[in-house]
Nanobody, 119 residues
Framework: QVQLVESGGGLVQPGGSLRLSCAAS????????MGWYRQAPGKQRELVAT???????NYADSVEGRFTASRDNALNTVYLQMNSLKAEDTAVYYC?????????????WGQGTQVTVSS
């Protein structure tokens, strides 16, 4: 089992910045792909960013150039630096980790952290 704990959400004004963190514990290794997803009210959960252990990243078009994802394999922690935040970034942000060869059986989610962008 893998446990994921997010932190860093909150209320921020448009144009502001926030940094999310996700600490993983349990039976996780650096091979796991880690990433961030979000779900706004009334919408489906969507990809924000994913990172492989080698540092390759994949971003949603809506956050490209504004958000930066990074990971510290030694600490089993992944981060999401969010800049130039917009009202449409308001959502619950979820950390995710999955094994690339066993995604069906080794796919884990955090409890989520609320990000609200409002003046």
């Amino acid at each position: 089992q893998v446990q994921l704990v997010e932190s860093g959400g909150g209320l921020v004004q448009p144009g502001g910045s926030l940094r999310l963190s996700c600490a993983a514990s349990g039976s996780i290794s650096s091979i796991y792909v880690m990433g961030w997803y979000r779900q706004a009210p009334g919408k489906q959960r969507e990809l924000v960013a994913t990172l492989t252990r080698g540092g390759s990243t994949n971003y949603a078009d809506s956050v490209e150039g504004r958000f930066t994802a990074s990971r510290d394999n030694a600490l089993n922690t992944v981060y999401l630096q969010m800049n130039s935040l917009k009202a449409e970034d308001t959502a619950v942000y979820y950390c995710n980790a999955y094994h690339p060869y066993y995604r069906d059986s080794r796919n884990y989610w955090g409890q989520g952290t609320q990000v609200t962008v409002s003046s």
